[in-house]
């Protein structure tokens, strides 16, 4: 894990975004539906670690992630993005970190294994400068994570409702992933990462 000079500080130093140092990997999964007169690949893409301040920095947790940067648009240079349909987000799923986990750092801090107790609700927008004006629009948001996924969970899954991102992802420079977390600090830092799953749609024809 990076050191904390190298970490993107965002609002109350309570969210840290672990960027500096972390890859971000794209993986093509690959099928096709003639039936539908259309091909369609799915795209996942790893999102970089992200660090929760402990309670002993703030009683309250609504903060802002730093903006992840993504361009899928150079990951895509040998589809023709003429002939493709649509891209939608199909889900993003967020899990504890297996540097968040570990044994002896736990048993540092309050000797109890990590979870997103500490988390009552996300929403996620999307963002980019399209046709020369920065455009920005809600994808997905959760509220009640507990309720609506039970307690202790080490990975949460938030599903989108389908819209069509590409003009986000032909914006010259790629586009951002902004989301802005509420909830309870946790009794001791966690950190959690994602992975963004993708599904392009092309003209099969």
């Avoid at 790893?46 to 990951?75: F, G, Q």
């Avoid at 993003?92 to 609700?121: C, H, M, R, Y």
């Avoid at 010259?172 to 992933?177: A, D, K, L, W, Y």
């Amino acid at each position: 894990m990076s050191s904390s000079s190298d970490h993107m500080l965002i609002s109350r130093k309570l969210v840290t975004n672990l960027i500096c140092g972390s890859a971000v990997l794209f993986f093509l999964m690959f099928y096709t539906d003639k039936t539908q007169g259309v091909d369609r690949f799915r795209v996942e893409q790893n999102l970089p670690e992200n660090l929760v301040e402990d309670a002993r920095m703030s009683s309250e947790l609504n903060s802002e992630l730093t903006p992840i940067h993504l361009d899928l648009k150079s990951e895509l240079e040998s589809t023709d993005l003429s002939t493709v349909a649509s891209i939608q987000v199909r889900r993003l799923v967020w899990e504890i970190a297996p540097s968040s986990t570990e044994s002896s750092l736990d048993q540092k801090e309050d000797g109890l294994a990590d979870n997103f107790n500490f988390l009552e609700s996300m929403k996620l927008y999307i963002a980019a400068e399209v046709n020369g004006e920065r455009k920005e629009v809600f994808l997905a948001g959760v509220n009640d994570f507990n309720l609506r996924f039970g307690g202790n969970r080490k990975q949460l899954t938030m599903k989108q409702n389908g819209m069509d991102i590409k003009e986000f992802v032909e914006a010259p420079g790629g586009f951002h992933i902004l989301a802005h977390i509420h909830g309870t600090p946790p009794p001791d830092r966690v950190i959690f990462t994602g992975k963004v799953t993708y599904r392009i749609t092309t003209d099969g024809s």
